[in-house]
């Protein structure tokens, strides 16, 4: 029978904080100043800095430590309290309780409550409580250690020190863990891994491992394998070797324990080169130690030999670094191999060397199981009498440390000697108490598996709810996405619509503005007209009262006064003067409405006008008519002249002419006026709606025609003025 | 939301109701550029009106002064 090793690291992620941030001042930079202090406050806190390095650092130098903190406590004993001295009797409390000094640590860490409580300084009271629960973890009253880590947790929450209330969550863990109230201690590392949320930090870490090893204090195995697995994770992502392979190790002797020989083989050959290159002897022992252990359950033929040579490695490793418990562990290992491959002669001394070591420890530990092994040497031996006294006290032993297993195995022995000796009755009664305790051994795993298999199946319960949560948060979720969305939509739709509409009625407001304008428009041209036409009868009336009127009148006179011969020469100048009356009369009448025009037609109006024009204006002018056989409608005729004269109007002040061409033509039912000079053309920047042009536009418009001034094939434009005939323009 | 919004009726809808938004947009503009010219029309054609009846005053008043005053003037 072998012992099987599980390194247990519970450390605590505030300790190796405060250890890095310590290391920021050396301890010799601090001794350095200690002489420059002057005052006395200034001196104690040096001293209680340089105290906290040294324990810090390493515990050889406590003794210095303690008197550095005596030192200060006489020096601030006049001064009202402050953080300082609380620190003072934490370090100091530290210190006793290391030096296993519970008493003196008890009553410092008391007094430092007290003073503390008194000016209610909550850090220092959180850290004194935090020492005084370890103080009574350390004398096993985990009860009243309890008490100190809620209180300390309690200052802690209310300081919102997250740090320390992790440190108080792992501490209340562990020792409901120690009073094997393992639901609170799973709710205390629970709590720990609920903080991180999946962080990688070392606190982490240390929680997985923790909680491992509190299940498999449980027996649920499982269970411990997956939260190792997740701390060797974590320790991987953290980078630190040494825990990653101290997590290995626990992970193989988990598998180990349920049976799975290969994963914990290959666990325990990942850790050993990791061990071996951090220097780590003890941790490399324990490996071939487990390595050792597990070869044996192998069904391989050479299996205890092989078991033999790890034992053999751990063995020399454990002298060498003198771990005597570690020795007695690998020599009672090889002892009970040995006994197991027949050579019992050769077993006896290795076993008696580590019953030695034991009995010089004083440790119960395997002691049992070694004094069992012995007493099968001995019974392999045929000396039944030695047989029977070894296990009679490994009974004893296993008795004393409520080791049920043990128990049974040397009550098994007891019956088998019993039975070599002929104590038939003894024999009996051992193999009774040996059935006794199988049978509650078996109960207890029985009870075991069933306890793990409700676990297993409160998880997966509890998986499948979180499961169905899960999905039940992902369709609300996305049913309010949803309902979002369409909020968003119905509001773009609304937006678009209600914008449509506005529109919608801007456009129909503007389009009723138009056709307003338009019939405005309408009204103007039409008034336009008529004024034209108006201007036109008037003038034209005007012409003809001042021609047949006062141009008959003074005609009349003129004749008169030439028919009176006797006065002719005395008359001579009133003749001239009537006939320049006669003259100027005809002249205006003409200019306010050709004669021409109205008595020989359109074609006659022109032809005078054009030879006036030319006179006047040094211009040649040449006229052509084609096509013109009848009379056209007056008022076609008035502005068909109007229109020459304006755009003739034009040339002259505007065109710098020398020649101008003009054809009035009649082709089938229009008559096209074109006006063609010879001059600088039309500019391009050419008002459209210029007197001169708009007076042309609209003139022609009256009289249904159409007007299209253009620049000539050379040089000049071409004015052209087409009338349809086919529509009475009167 | 993305599923909703390449959701065929929803997708034409907002398309439809961005078109009308385009067209109506564009039908207001040349209404407006129309008025612009409408306005631009009347008010010339008032000016044309205005230039108009100064010049038969002109006349009228040409051929008055000429036949109170026997002096010609110039059109």
């Known amino acids: 029978m072998s012992q099987r090793v599980i390194v247990i690291s519970i450390l605590m992620g505030m300790n190796i904080l405060q250890t890095v941030s310590a290391q920021a001042w050396s301890l010799d930079s601090l001794q350095a100043l200690l002489p420059y202090a002057e005052s006395d406050t200034a001196r104690a806190s040096l001293l209680i800095h340089i105290a906290a390095q040294m324990v810090w650092t390493d515990w050889s130098h406590t003794s210095t430590a303690k008197q550095h903190l005596l030192e200060a406590q006489v020096l601030l004993r ?55 629960a370890g103080l009574m973890s350390d004398r096993s009253r985990y009860d009243s250690a309890l008490l100190w880590y809620q209180r300390a947790l309690i200052i802690d929450q209310t300081l919102n020190d997250s740090a320390n209330i992790l440190q108080d969550f792992g501490n209340l863990a562990n020792t409901y863990g120690s009073l ?22 070392s606190s982490l870490a240390n929680a997985y491992s923790n909680l491992g090893i509190l299940l498999y204090q449980q027996g649920l195995y499982d269970s411990t394998a997956y ?68 070869s044996k359950e192998s069904n391989h033929p050479d299996s ?55 009995r010089r420890l004083r440790t119960s530990q395997g002691k049992a199981m070694n004094l069992y092994n012995l007493g099968l040497a001995y019974y392999s031996l045929e000396n039944y009498e030695k047989a029977h006294s070894y296990f009679l006290q490994s009974l004893e032993q296993a008795k004393s440390v409520s080791s049920p ?83 968003i939509l119905l509001l773009l739709f609304m937006g678009l619509s209600g914008l449509i509409v506005f529109l919608l009625q801007q456009r129909n407001r503007l389009r009723h503005q138009q056709q307003l304008n338009e019939q405005l428009l309408h009204q103007q041209e039409l008034r336009l007209q008529h004024t034209i036409e108006t201007q036109e009868t008037e003038r034209s009336r005007i012409a003809r ?80 008519a084609l096509g013109v056989k009848e009379r056209l409608s007056q008022a076609v005729e ?52 210029g007197m001169g042009m708009r007076n042309i536009r609209t003139r022609a418009e009256a009289i249904n025609g159409s007007f299209r001034i253009e620049k000539g094939p050379i040089q000049g434009s071409i004015a052209t003025i087409k009338v349809p005939l086919a529509i009475p323009h009167d | 939301m993305n599923s909703l919004f390449t959701h065929p009726f929803i997708s034409w809808g907002l398309g ?60």
């Open chain 1, 405 to 487: 297993n043990e128990q049974r195995l040397a009550y098994q022995g007891l019956a088998d000697v019993a039975i070599q000796l002929g104590s038939y009755r003894d024999a009996y009664t051992y193999r009774l108490a040996y059935h006794k305790i199988q049978d509650s051994l078996f109960s207890v795993e029985k009870e075991r598996q069933i306890q793990e298999l409700e676990i297993h199946y409160q998880t997966e319960k509890k998986q499948a709810t979180i499961d169905q949560l899960a999905q039940q948060q992902e369709i609300d979720h996305f049913k309010i996405q949803r309902q979002q969305s369409q909020i």
């Open chain 1, 638 to 689: 008035i502005g068909l002249y109007r229109i020459a004269q304006e755009l003739l109007s034009n040339v002259i002040k505007h065109a710098h002419a020398s020649q101008v061409e003009v054809q009035l033509n009649q082709i089938r039912e229009s008559i096209i006026l074109t006006v063609e000079d010879d001059g600088i053309g039309i500019p391009t920047n050419l008002p459209s709606t």
């Open chain 1, 180 to 201: 094997d109230s393992f639901v609170q201690a799973r709710f205390y590392y629970q709590q720990i891994i609920d903080w991180h949320e999946n962080n990688a930090t």
């Open chain 2, 16 to 75: 439809t109701l961005l078109l009308a938004l385009l067209i109506i947009g564009a039908q207001i503009h040349q209404i407006k550029q129309s008025l612009r010219q409408q306005t631009k029309d009347s008010r010339n054609l008032d000016r044309y009106l205005q230039h108009l009846r100064d010049k038969h005053h002109q006349h009228l008043s040409m051929v008055l002064h000429y036949l109170a005053n026997g002096q010609k003037r110039d059109l």
């Open chain 1, 227 to 294: 939260y190792f697995i997740r701390a060797r994770e974590l320790w991987e992502d953290l980078g630190d070797p040494y825990y990653v392979a101290v997590v290995g190790l626990n992970i193989g002797t988990v598998f180990t324990q349920i049976h799975d020989y290969p994963k914990a083989y290959q666990y325990f050959q990942q850790v050993i080169p990791i061990f071996d290159s951090l220097g780590h002897k003890a941790a490399l022992a324990n490996t071939y130690n487990n390595l050792g252990s597990l």
């Open chain 1, 78 to 132: 006049e001064t009202p309290y402050s953080p300082l001295r609380g620190r003072a009797y934490s370090i100091l409390g530290k210190i006793y309780r290391r030096n296993s000094q519970q008493d003196s640590a008890y009553s410092i860490l008391q007094k430092g409550i007290q003073e503390a409580e008194q000016v209610e300084d909550n850090q220092q009271l959180s850290e004194l409580f935090s020492q005084l």
């Open chain 1, 545 to 624: 009262d001042l021609h047949d009127g006062l141009g008959q009148l003074l005609s009349a006179v003129r004749m008169q006064l030439s028919a009176q011969k006797a006065d002719t020469l005395t008359h001579a100048p009133s003749l001239e003067m009537l006939d320049q009356a006669v003259s100027e009369v005809r002249m205006l009448a003409h200019t306010m409405m050709p004669r021409s025009l109205q008595d020989q037609g359109l074609e006659s109006a022109l032809k005078e006008l054009f030879s006036q024009t030319a006179r006047t204006a040094k211009l040649t002018i040449r006229f052509e």
């Open chain 1, 304 to 358: 205890l030999a092989k078991s033999n040579g790890y034992h053999v490695k751990a063995l020399a490793i454990r002298e060498e670094i003198q771990d005597s418990s570690g020795m007695a562990s690998s020599l009672n290992n090889l002892g009970g191999n040995f006994v197991e491959l027949g050579q019992a002669e050769q077993a006896i001394p290795y076993l008696k060397r580590a019953l030695q070591i034991k």
